[in-house]
């Protein structure tokens, strides 16, 4: 299974003591390994071609998916390497964590048929692991070597820039692609536990977990369920006061957002109450309203089942209860084609408020595998994509496979160990959101807009409730 860790970190102007940051943190902090300077060292040869590239730029986003980029307490920087070291970014260049994923996917692909780690690895010293370039003092960082191709030049030089860069208090990660032998991963990695060797560059993914879980500012932090007394406060936060750290959702004016819902027989009230806070934080920034954003729910198990449509819920305060008031939908079977069909047929229409002059984003969060073949799940998707939706997929215990061919793009995809790691891919998804379905037309005022047409009848509520439960 995939990991993702959860990064919590917080900036300042000015340096401070650990101690000092934590105290601006609200809620539980880790006692150590707070902040992350974190450096990827990337070489690939010529053999690696653009869809191959692509793994590695799905593995660097998927390390950082948790990562607080945006209030400061975590920097990213990335070297590329053949001969020498070229920088692509340093630690300063980015502070959101929408750019750090925009400047990763718009990497260019460097064949290098030449390969010099160590002056990678000096590179990653030299060029940005400096206080001048970002680097802080009281800051432990890393560098993550991704390549697929041993030193060609250099190899005497490796001992004495590791050795440099370990005694400058960084400590370095190995992963190799298609390594004869591990004696070259074993010079450059910190110790011998912090090396991989993967046949292939599509293996990317299954190595996070293990490189995350040693990284040990990568853990997660444990989420609470949110008592009864305690939803006002919960309300406070999500309905009168939403935060617009997501500035991404500024360039998006109107979307309609669907979310694709399974959870399995052994999903539990508290593993369910992780769905419904992870649909709050991706529309926490969102604009809600008839000519804004519209948010409709699709339930699937064996048959799929309309939750409630885009035109129940029009404001943000009937959005939030509705979400928090979802009843357990679980089901034995994983149908995936029943819930892209229920979405295309029965929300995707005029009736269910679908806007034909707004862009579709449709994210799917599933905790088992689907019971339908590749070719059904590439069909369906196919399907909805052909009336224009983009598609986003959350895995919880699912094979990443799965989900890289559910979602319209393989780096749209995200997997989590379990349930309370969800709150880590709100940001990613809403900046994708933007980057897949573009900014609006501004130009359009609200009143030449088409009405949204009236609900003949309920949809949510305990006739719903009932509904979802007899499936």
């Not at 393989?410 to 809403?430: E, W």
């Not at 006739?463 to 007899?470: G, H, L, P, V, Y």
Request: hydrophobic share 40%.
């Amino acid at each position: 299974m995939k990991f993702f860790g959860f990064f919590s970190f917080c900036r300042g102007d000015k340096k401070t003591s650990r101690q000092e940051r934590n105290a601006q943190v609200q809620g539980p902090v880790h006692t150590e390994f707070n902040a992350v300077d974190l450096v990827f060292l990337v070489h690939t040869s010529h053999k690696v071609d653009s869809q191959q590239y692509g793994h590695y730029k799905t593995f660097m986003l998927h390390v950082l998916s948790a990562a607080d980029i945006d209030s400061g307490w975590v920097r990213v920087g990335l070297v590329i390497y053949g001969s020498r070291g070229f920088v692509a970014f340093r630690l300063t260049d980015y502070s959101t964590k929408g750019s750090v994923a925009k400047a990763i996917r718009n990497l260019p692909l460097r064949r290098m048929s030449l390969a010099n780690v160590a002056a990678g690895i000096d590179s990653a010293r030299v060029e940005i692991l400096t206080p001048d370039d970002g680097k802080r003092e009281d800051t432990l960082s890393f560098v993550i070597i991704v390549t697929d191709s041993e030193s060609t030049h250099g190899a005497k030089s490796i001992e004495t820039s590791v050795k440099l860069l370990i005694e400058a208090g960084t400590k370095i990660y190995a992963v190799g692609i298609g390594f004869d032998n591990e004696t070259e991963l074993k010079r450059v990695a910190s110790s011998n536990q912090d090396i991989s060797n993967l046949r292939s560059v599509e293996e990317l993914s299954t190595k996070k977990e293990a490189l995350l879980r040693k990284i040990k500012a990568l853990e997660s932090r444990p989420v609470k369920d949110v008592p009864r007394d305690k939803e006002d406060s919960f309300y406070d936060a999500h309905v009168k006061s939403p935060q617009k750290s997501d500035a991404y959702w500024e360039d998006v004016r109107r979307v309609d957002l669907t979310f694709v819902i399974h959870s399995s027989k052994t999903c539990e009230e508290s593993q369910f109450a992780f769905y419904k806070k992870y649909m709050l934080d991706i529309i926490r920034g969102a604009n809600i309203g008839p000519h804004e954003t519209l948010v409709g729910v699709v339930n699937y198990r064996r048959s799929g089942v309309l939750v409630f449509p885009f035109n129940q819920y029009l404001t943000r305060l009937d959005l939030v209860h509705a979400i928090m008031r979802l009843p357990l939908l679980c089901g034995k079977v994983s149908n995936f084609s029943a819930g892209m069909d229920t979405t295309r047929k029965k929300l995707f229409t005029r009736k269910s408020g679908d806007r034909f002059y707004v862009p579709n984003a449709v994210i799917v969060i599933t905790d088992s595998n689907a019971i339908n073949t590749q070719e059904e799940i590439e069909v369906s998707k196919q399907q909805l994509e052909n009336v224009g939706a983009k598609i986003f997929a959350m895995g919880i215990y699912v094979d990443f496979d799965e989900l890289m061919t559910i979602a319209t793009d393989p780096t749209d995809a995200y997997a989590a160990y379990y349930a309370a790691l969800l709150f880590l891919g709100p940001s990613f998804i809403v900046h994708d959101i933007g980057a897949r379905v573009g900014p609006n037309d501004q130009t359009q005022s609200n009143d030449s807009l088409p009405a949204l047409p009236p609900i003949t009848q309920p949809v949510a509520g305990d006739q719903t409730t009932s509904a979802i439960r007899q499936k």
